[in-house]
């Protein structure tokens, strides 16, 4: 297919990558070794090179392969008969199955490549009965989930083709592409459509890589082309006030990355388009096809801004992983797919950009409290430029964070906050960002995981036994750290309606099926129905985050009468809350807690829950406002100090449960933990409470007991604020319409505000957490100030008593803008 320069032209501008693509069609020499170079690269990067295979570092990758690759042929050996190709999978009605089938089928041809003695045949055979028997007839395929159909399958199927070469029929390849064509359901005329709510993000890139493959194997241009115009659509920064297809998936300006239309996930799906970009980037590698230089800072800028601030210490964080967090894969070996991933990137670049990547690689790999086995890396080659990054000694360790960073990807409702010894990480939803993720089982209590839960990460400790599937096993979902949660029993979706996965009722004019846009909307990864959510940095050090809590649109919706009558929404608590980030603690303030009005309910509000295994030496200290948290065996401590407001109730318990009650397909593993919580508890009926608390990470007991750093000036659900002497700082988040005053500042309407006195200097930080406002304005009362530096979007003017800031916030989703001002004789 022909694609029009206007379109193409369109696309990259979009991308920033107007020259990735030449745009002069290949010739027929050109076309064959250009298919050619892109076949050989595919086989390298999946079964390695000679040169590669021979390095000792690659002894254990190709065992693996081999063994695995054996494995099967045994399965296949022992398989019934004609409803399984492998023994144990039966085929016919289980879409996993049957793609679990072709997964296998891969792994033996990738051993075909790798090991003598595999029989080629007999993938040629398998690949030949299956689509015969299971996958060749349209109007019996596509059951049960569209990714099966449209991802899964496809890039087993074309890898394996691949991998095959010339043992594979012209024939056995056209009836397969032809049939992969025809299961693009969601795409248009057997080919990606960008306008599809399922075509976007890491499914774009994995369903662009897969048609890249096949129109290699055909010699088809076209399809090449066609695939990398598409996939160049990801590199794109999102602007979320002109979006492109009405896609929200991809990358944010302020490092965010959205997947699912609402869905925070840098850690799951994000690592999974990094993997692939950087895949189709070193498959493209002297082919002619597209010059990929053009694209590596784009990418590079994904692992500075996105990828490094939510790695700590080796470990990817919760907040950023959606239903995986139920998963029992750990978040070392979430980091170790985002090394790969980077040693590639380095191999793609050059100079200082090199080194810095492979000093970041080292230092992950120093980091990490898990050793990083490159054995799992998909390449054979790439565990061979990990071997040499190691190596080189002109890269030394550094990560690629400041010692102190705070971060806000106000884009997609979270914030980190990193400091020597710690990093705290917060997530929240809004109107643009969903409550949680649960789906196909997974993640099967997720309720309050983004109603401001937090997670605080301590330096030196293994992250697998504070957080990780086990935290999310031991700890109760209404009692995660952070979380204001009415005091009730939540029903599962299992649990709710029959066992099924998913709200079933397709007959509703919603049409409630499993993969309806109506059942993401209100069962898989609903929003929040309030739009205040966000906060600002000052100097990338300070932040200040602030939340509503609000019900959800199902809650909301059912109310209003538009859901079926069998269908269950729950209604949340209420909390105005905010979070103070500064150097040795992290203040939070919380008003308005209690239950919705006519709800009737107790509410709980968890300060902060920890887990420890269960022979650990772990310690609850108490005084007079204050409690201090200790695990002597790992030599972490938290401190807690109240500020105002009602105690928290200090609790440690020894708590055994099943991982599989986070998850259906989890193993039935008994997981024992030590769950401490330090929880705020209101009676049903109560009046709505307003307390504050400083969490102090690493603190001793003498310095918990002394600790006298922050003052509260303000605690409402119209205006929090604190200020710190010591740093000469305040603090303020200010949530409804009018005037709003306190510590000298005026503020107008809901915004978040840091000032910092040092010296002379006063320096101001704004941002727009509703991200709908014009112009936020501040006055600053006393001595009039003038402009030294800044943004351009902050206007500076004297008014009578102070100086007035007017901040441009008009479409900068929550940005912060920031000027320095000094002090200046009246007259």
Do not use: C
Request: proline share 4%; charged share 20%; glycine share 10%.
């Amino acid at each position: 297919m022909e694609i029009t320069r206007r379109r193409l032209l369109s696309v990259l501008a979009a991308s920033g990558v107007l020259a990735a693509i030449p745009t002069r069609w290949a010739g027929a020499a050109e076309l064959a070794a250009g298919t050619g170079q892109l076949l050989a690269n595919t086989v390298a990067m999946f079964a390695g090179t000679a040169e590669s295979n021979a390095r000792k570092e690659t002894a254990a990758k190709l065992a693996a392969i081999e063994k695995t690759a054996r494995a099967n042929l045994a399965a296949m050996d022992a398989a019934s008969g004609d409803g399984e190709l492998f023994k144990g999978l039966p085929l016919g009605t289980s879409d996993p199955n049957l793609n679990t089938t072709f997964q296998k089928v891969y792994e033996i041809a990738l051993a075909t490549r790798t090991a003598s003695g595999i029989p080629r045949d007999r993938v040629v055979d398998a690949l030949t009965w299956l689509h015969e028997k299971f996958y060749g007839d349209q109007s019996k395929g596509y059951y049960g989930n569209w990714f099966t159909w449209e991802i899964g399958i496809s890039q087993s199927v074309s890898r394996t083709l691949v991998l095959l070469g010339d043992a594979a029929s012209a024939d056995l390849v056209r009836t397969y592409i032809d049939s992969m064509d025809a299961y693009l359901r969601n795409g248009k005329d057997g080919d990606v459509d960008l306008d599809s709510r399922f075509h976007t993000g890491a499914n774009l890139a994995d369903i662009t890589t897969n048609r890249i493959l096949q129109g290699a194997l055909t010699g088809d241009e076209g399809r090449i082309r066609k695939a990398l115009t598409d996939q160049l659509t990801v590199f794109a920064t999102v602007d979320p006030y002109n979006l492109r297809h009405g896609v929200t998936d991809g990358h944010y300006a302020d490092g965010s990355f959205i997947q699912h239309s609402s869905v925070a996930y840098t850690g799951s799906y994000g690592k999974g388009l990094l993997t692939r970009v950087i895949q189709t980037l070193k498959l493209l590698d002297g082919t002619g096809f597209a010059y990929g230089d053009e694209l590596v800072p784009t990418v590079r800028r994904w692992v500075r801004d996105g990828f490094a601030p939510l790695i700590f210490e080796g470990w990817m964080m919760e907040a950023v992983k959606g239903r995986a967090v139920s998963r029992t894969g750990s978040g070392y070996a979430d980091t170790a797919t985002v090394v790969e991933a980077v040693v590639d990137l380095a191999s793609l670049s050059e100079g200082d950009a090199a080194r810095e990547l492979k000093g970041y690689v080292k230092h992950l790999r120093e980091a990490s409290k898990a050793e990083l086995d490159p054995t799992g890396f998909v390449s054979p080659l790439s565990i061979v430029r990990y071997a040499d990054v190691l190596a080189d000694s002109d890269a030394r360790p550094a990560d690629l964070n400041p010692a102190a960073r705070s971060v806000a990807f106000n884009a997609m409702d979270r914030t980190v906050h990193r400091r020597p010894g710690y990093a705290f990480a917060i997530a929240r939803s809004s109107q643009r960002i969903s409550k949680y993720e649960y789906m196909s089982g997974e993640n099967l209590m997720p309720w309050f995981q983004g109603d401001g839960a937090h997670y605080l990460y301590l330096s030196g400790e293994d992250q697998a036994g504070a957080y990780g599937v086990d935290y999310f096993t031991t700890v109760s979902p209404y009692g995660l750290a952070g979380v204001t949660a009415p005091v009730e029993r939540r029903g599962t979706v299992p649990e709710l309606y029959g066992g099924k996965l998913f709200y079933d009722n397709p007959d509703h004019p919603l049409n409630f099926t499993a993969s309806s846009e109506s059942q993401n909307k209100y069962v898989y990864f609903p929003t929040a129905t309030q739009a205040y959510s966000g906060g600002a940095v000052l100097g990338g050090v300070y932040g200040a985050v602030g939340w509503v809590a609000s019900d959800d649109v199902p809650w909301r919706d059912k109310a209003a009468g538009l859901l079926p009558d069998d269908f269950v929404a729950y209604r949340s608590a209420r909390a105005t809350k905010s979070w103070f980030l500064l150097d040795e603690e992290v203040v939070v303030l919380a008003a308005g807690v209690g239950d919705a009005p006519g709800g009737g309910r107790a509410v709980t509000t968890t300060v902060d829950a920890r887990v420890a295994p269960a022979g650990d030496a772990v310690t609850v200290a108490e005084g007079d406002g204050w409690v201090r948290w200790a695990d002597g065996t790992r030599g972490t401590a938290v401190g807690y100090v109240r500020l105002a407001g009602p105690e928290a109730k200090a609790r440690l318990e020894t708590v055994t449960r099943s991982r599989r009650v986070v998850r259906t397909s989890n193993p039935d593993t008994a997981v024992t933990r030590q769950v401490f919580s330090l929880v705020v508890e209101q009676e049903a009926g109560a009046q709505p409470a307003s307390f504050a608390y400083v969490l102090l990470p690493n603190a001793s007991e003498a310095a918990v007991r002394a600790y006298d750093g922050v003052r509260v000036l303000a605690n409402t659900v119209r205006t929090q604020a604190v200020r710190h002497d010591g740093l000469g700082l305040v603090a303020a988040n200010t949530f409804t319409g009018g005037a709003h005053r306190v510590a000298g500042l005026d503020v107008d309407g809901p915004a978040s505000v840091l000032v910092r006195r040092v010296g002379g200097d006063v320096t101001v930080a704004v941002s727009d957490p509703t991200t709908g406002r014009d112009t936020v304005g501040v006055v600053l009362r006393g001595q009039r100030l003038t402009r030294v530096a800044g943004d351009e979007a902050v206007r500076v003017s004297a008014v009578p008593g102070g100086t007035r800031l007017d901040v441009d916030t008009h479409h900068a989703y929550g940005r912060s803008f920031t000027v320095t001002l000094r002090g200046r004789e009246d007259g």
